[in-house]
């Protein structure tokens, strides 16, 4: 009659709408960098170091910070007048070559961050909200519940019924419910006159 009553509900996961979804994001970070040529892919490690606050992101985030600001420089001191020449090739080289470390490092690593977090997510709901047993819906008074059931493992092996002599029909469901009746009567006699 007294079960375990309703499971807590899990926590609120941390609203998508706010920072948009993961995969967004990255494809939001992969294709500046790429649009650019490697000349924003600091935004993607800034982004990384970010929400990962990790010591090594924010080292490889001032890396490529560096590697930026000298391939802007070398361009900016290029003394050619329609093609680059050589400052400016080796500028466009620094900026080319870093943006493909830079946005595989990103996503593997953006990735992973979230794969943990998952987890971590999962084990913290089982740990605070465990599994109860299932529990069969008891019929109140005879009349069944509107809820599936959900058939519980017997401990024993329930004694057949008697079988019922032929042409004898089962007892009407009225029967039943005047035994209960008189059962809890015959009960309630008891308590009475032992107190």
Known sequence: MHGHGY??????????????????????????????????????????????RAVRDWVFFVVVVGFDVLAVVLIGVDKG??????????????LVSTL??????????DIRHHARLARAQAAYQQTQFPAYPPQQH???YGYP???TPVPAPAPHPAPAPPPNP??????????????????????????????
């Open 7 to 52: 499971a807590p509900p899990p926590p609120p996961a941390p609203s998508a709408s706010s920072t948009g979804s993961p995969v967004t994001m990255r494809v939001l970070f992969v294709v500046l960098a790429v649009l650019t040529c490697g000349l924003l892919a600091w935004a993607a490690m800034l982004r990384l170091a970010l929400v990962t």
């Open 100 to 109: 493909v470390p830079v946005i595989a490092y990103y996503l593997t690593m």
């Open 138 to 140: 008891q019929p109140s």
């Open 81 to 94: 007048d329609e093609e680059f020449a050589g400052p400016g090739n080796t500028g466009m080289t620094i």
């Open 166 to 195: 032929p042409g004898r029909q089962p007892p009407a469901r009225i029967d039943q419910v005047r035994a209960e009746l008189d059962e809890l009567s015959d009960y309630l006699r008891k308590q009475e006159g032992g107190s």
């Open 145 to 147: 519940t509107q809820s």
